[in-house]
């Protein structure tokens, strides 16, 4: 019994031992497996100094560069050349992304999983003063260079083929025939040029002026000035930042003030990196006269946006919408906005731009590309004197006092002073803007004036009793609205970042044989939505001299007129 016993003990003893010893294994691979995980989630923390959260959890980041050849090789730290674009992709639920800025990814959702990031660096072309936001290429947009005389070359994404330092503004275009597919440098024929379009990159600028004026006194010239930008994505709603929020609603300022520096809100109303704005006013595609491009219709196949074409006026808001709309759904193509013509604007006033008066668009055949060959001096003259003149030709046909957009004399008119600008931004024909006035109830926009003086688009008439029924307003990002108002002076209903109220003060002058009321950016045209005239145009005319220009705006209904076009943004 006592050997019974001593067996039995003896057993329980080893199994101890032996389980001892298995605890003991567990849990040194344990502390040696933890101690691996927090070794490279340290390597991580210091590798991406601290941007992302030092708490507990097992990150693990490997950074891979990709060369010009597509092949692939693994880095230790983060390359510290920042023309490359990053993309991030994480495991188990984390994303990334890369704040440009700061040159250092952001992790977001992280666990107690054990995570696994990998960052990707591909030797893109990038402009390290755009802080990330440099063009968005989608299938069917084909980067170029445009040569000084004209000449279409497809761009080497990887080579240099924009600089927004030397106002050198990247471009694109948009293919007739799609299934033709082009080398890097080889010429694009322009016949199989449909349209082009000119990236504007997503900024914040330095607010100067909240435009809080009701009523005209006189004109300030000294409030010209170059305007502040810096690109980046960034959005100043967020009241945590400490910077000022953008006005969601026409005379809201939110807590902005002089000196604040705010996201422009063309660019949050879509979340986008930036826009691609249509180069030249839309054309009316295959139109020979400039009578023939005065169609009142929706047939977005009949869109092209090119030089040396004849302007697509006569036209509706309602159609102009539908034609831009359905432009191309795929790149979110829609009408401009007064917001997004105001961030055109503002950058070409700015280091990245020309920073003076855009020559005007004086052909009066409303063909696009035009330059006035003298700055005028006064507006609405008679077509022989000598402070705005004016003429019109043939397609493709200098005048005596207008030029084509290819030429010294034409590069005048677009917002760089180079080929590679936009276009058609003063003078030509005025463009309708999709920024209209709401009704008495601040929430209904207006159709317009009455049932022969409208948009076409269904709402009540502003200026009479009644209403118009005809196409539904789009989803409310693709326009801005106004606070009702009855008087044309009230420019405090502005939206900031709109070039309208921003441009004061303003007063009633004499230029030339004509009174106008003018802001006081280059004596701009300065009418503000009220009763009755409750959609915005842009630009001038181009009989407008002085008057026209970026920073000038009018008023009107809405309806079809021979002198009005609009522009396309993709």
């Known amino acids: ?99 440009y800025e700061e040159w250092s990814p952001k992790i977001n959702n992280l666990t107690s999983t054990r995570t696994k990031c990998t960052m990707l660096f591909t030797k893109r072309y990038k402009e390290s003063i755009l802080n990330g936001m440099d063009p968005v290429l989608k299938e069917g947009l084909i980067p170029v260079v445009i040569e000084n005389d004209g000449t279409v070359k497809k761009a080497d994404e990887k080579e240099e083929w924009y600089h927004y330092s030397n106002q050198k503004w990247a471009n694109a275009v948009v293919l007739e025939d799609e299934s033709i597919s082009y080398q890097n440098g080889e010429v694009i024929p322009e016949s199989n040029i449909e349209s082009y379009f000119v990236w504007i990159p997503k ?36 009241e945590k930042s400490g910077e000022c929020k953008t006005p969601g609603v026409s005379g809201e300022t939110g807590n902005c003030s002089v000196g604040d520096y705010m996201t422009h809100p063309a660019f949050q109303a879509f979340g986008t990196k930036g826009l691609w704005v249509g180069k030249f006013e839309t054309g009316y595609k295959g139109a020979t006269s400039t009578k023939e491009a005065e169609q009142n219709i929706n047939n977005p196949e009949q869109v092209e946006i090119k030089p040396n074409v004849y302007s697509w006026r006569n036209i509706q808001v309602a159609n102009a919408h539908l034609n831009s709309y359905n432009y191309k759904r795929e790149y979110d193509s829609h009408m401009m906005k007064n917001t997004e013509w105001g961030a055109v604007a503002y950058l070409q006033h700015s280091v990245y731009g020309s920073k003076n008066s855009v020559r005007m668009n004086n052909n009066s055949n409303y063909i696009t590309g035009y330059s006035s060959v003298n700055e005028p001096t006064c507006g609405y003259t008679e077509q022989n004197e000598a402070c705005n003149r004016y003429e019109g030709t043939s397609l493709n046909v200098d005048g005596t006092y207008t030029k084509r957009y290819n030429s010294e004399v034409g590069y005048l008119a677009s917002t760089t002073g180079n080929i590679s600008g936009v276009y058609d931004m003063s003078g ?69 970042g709109d070039a309208t109220g921003e441009m004061g003060p303003f007063a009633y002058v004499t230029l030339g044989s004509k009174s106008r009321q003018v802001g006081s950016w280059y004596y701009g045209e300065s009418w503000f939505v009220k009763n009755g005239l409750s959609w915005f145009i842009r630009s001038g005319v181009y009989s407008s001299g002085i008057l026209a220009g970026t920073f000038a705006f009018d008023i009107i209904f809405g309806y079809a007129s021979s002198n009005i076009g609009y522009r396309i943004v993709l």
């Open 1 to 99: 019994m006592q050997l019974e016993k001593f067996k039995i003990e003896n057993k329980k003893k080893k199994a101890i031992i032996i389980g001892s010893i298995v605890l003991v294994f567990l849990i040194t691979i344990l502390v040696l497996y933890r101690s691996f995980a927090l070794f490279e989630e340290n390597q991580a923390f210091d590798v991406i100094k601290g941007s992302v959260p030092n708490q507990n959890y097992d990150l693990m980041i490997s950074f891979q560069i990709e060369d010009e050849n597509g092949n692939r090789r693994i880095s230790e730290t983060i390359p510290d050349d920042r023309n490359y674009e990053v993309n991030i992709e994480c495991n188990n639920g984390a994303s990334g992304e890369w704040i």
């Open 203 to 238: 900024y914040r600028y330095k607010l100067w002026d909240l435009g809080n004026y009701e009523g005209l006194t006189s004109i300030n010239s000294n409030k010209v000035h170059d305007i502040e930008v810096i690109f980046g994505e960034y959005d100043t709603v967020d």
């Open 428 to 496: 030509g024909s005025w463009e309708y803007m999709m920024g209209v006035m709401l009704s008495t109830d601040n929430t209904t926009p207006c159709s317009g004036q009455d049932a022969s003086n409208n948009s076409g688009f269904t709402g009540p008439f502003c200026g009479t009793t009644g209403s118009f029924s005809g196409i539904s307003f789009p989803e409310k990002k693709y326009y801005d609205t106004y606070a009702y108002g009855t008087n044309d002076d009230t420019h405090n209903r502005r939206i900031l």
